[in-house]
């Protein structure tokens, strides 16, 4: 099959295949690069279940049933993250992502997986439409009000 190691260091690999797809489908910039390889490296499930790169303190009582949400594989993050920087410094026409642009799509690819879309389906410019996936609230205020609306008569 041809397994691509991402970094010497790092148990992380990809098929060639994959490899291909990825770089043919970045167009030169870091983030969908990364987007494709969190796709790769990352199991739906994994991304799923995750807390993403658990920066984000959630309080306890969220009310989350089921298993607790542990943080992605801090090897597998960390050979990413590495493997980013080193891409795009070895290759300077790339565009190299900032530590935040980084961290976003690694949140964005939890938040995708979790709405059961596939990580690599970006809409618009890359950018993707759910930029609020940490409030569940604001869909269910809409349909509340339309509620209220449609019982006045």
Not at 20 to 37: H, I, M, P, Q, T
Request: glycine fraction near 10%; charge should be positive.
């Amino acid at each position: 099959q041809g397994s691509k190691q991402l970094l010497n260091n790092y148990p992380v690999y990809i098929t060639s295949k994959q490899w291909d797809e990825a770089v043919n489908s970045s167009k030169k910039d870091g983030r969908r690069l990364l987007r494709y390889l969190i796709r790769f490296v990352f199991t739906t499930d994994e991304l799923k279940y995750s807390c993403g790169l658990g920066k984000r303190k959630r309080s306890v009582q969220s009310g989350e049933t089921g298993p607790e949400r542990r943080p992605l594989d801090p090897v597998k993050v960390t050979c990413l993250r590495e493997f980013i920087r080193m891409h795009c410094t070895s290759n300077p026409d790339w565009w190299m992502p900032s530590e935040e642009q980084i961290n976003k799509v690694f949140s964005d690819a939890v938040g995708h997986a979790r709405q059961g879309r596939a990580v690599g389906t970006f809409l618009h410019n890359g950018h993707s439409y759910y930029e609020g996936t940490d409030h569940p609230g604001a869909q269910d205020e809409v349909f509340n009000r339309g509620m209220q609306d449609g019982s006045a008569d």
